[in-house]
């Protein structure tokens, strides 16, 4: 079945350093893929989506690319803020499946 | 004021117990969802309604039912609630097949 991987955290950085939180997909279709992030004690808020293949999406400093080639869609940003602590969730749709299907979520941490 | 909104926000009820959360919202989506999100598990859809009158089972429907009161409104119901039905459970909307869902801030259910 569909599904969606995402890499294990928790991810603790600096303030300015690099992001990168990889996020892999298996589909039968060709899915919209959704990066969402959930702010502590909040639900959660789309950040960025890509709706077909080489798409990129992008969204207060984050990216993601849509790669069909290597079923992948990784969230980058190039200086995290303290204010990007936060768990982020990749997720995809299917074309007609009605819903959505998330990976487990990172939680992302900051440090000053 | 918040578009979706889900009350509780917090509750904590004996194991055997019947328990509603409701969801309304003002955003005028035909679809609305039920989820719940434990630690390392994402979030897992529990039903979902494209309609008033149209009702979906999602992956993990046992011990859950639902009512579509209204468009605006969808209430979740455990009928005897157990210990493992502790979570964070998230209503959310969507006037898409393919696109963003809108969520709700979440009911933190606690079973003793």
């Known amino acids: 079945g569909d599904s969606v991987t995402q890499m294990e955290g928790p991810v603790t950085l600096s303030e300015e350093a690099f992001l990168t939180i990889n996020c892999t997909y298996t589909a039968t279709g060709y899915p919209s893929l959704f990066w969402y992030v959930q702010y502590p004690g909040e639900g959660l808020q789309l950040l960025l989506k890509?709706?077909?293949?080489?798409d990129k999406g992008s969204n207060k400093g984050f990216e993601a690319t849509y790669r069909k080639e290597t079923t992948s869609f990784h969230l980058e940003k190039g200086s995290v803020q303290v204010s990007d602590s936060a768990v982020y969730f990749c997720a995809l749709s299917i074309q007609g499946a009605q819903k959505l299907v998330f990976g487990q979520g990172t939680r992302l941490t900051i440090n000053p | 004021d918040a578009d979706v909104t889900q009350t509780p926000r917090n509750r904590i009820t004996k194991t055997g117990k019947r328990i509603m959360l409701e969801c309304s919202q003002t955003?005028?989506?035909?679809?609305m969802y039920w989820y719940r999100q434990d630690p390392g598990l994402g979030l897992r859809l529990i039903y979902y309604s494209f309609d008033v009158k149209d009702i979906n089972k999602g992956e993990i429907s046992d011990g859950y039912s639902v009512s579509r009161q209204a468009q605006a409104k969808f209430s979740l119901s455990l009928e005897s609630a157990i210990p493992n039905q502790t979570a964070l459970y998230f209503c959310?909307?969507?006037?898409?097949?393919?696109?963003?869902?809108?969520f709700g801030p979440g009911t933190r259910l606690t079973v003793t």
């Open positions: 890509a709706t077909k293949a080489d």
């Open positions: 959310a909307t969507s006037d898409s097949p393919t696109y963003e869902q809108y």
């Open positions: 955003k005028g989506h035909d679809r």
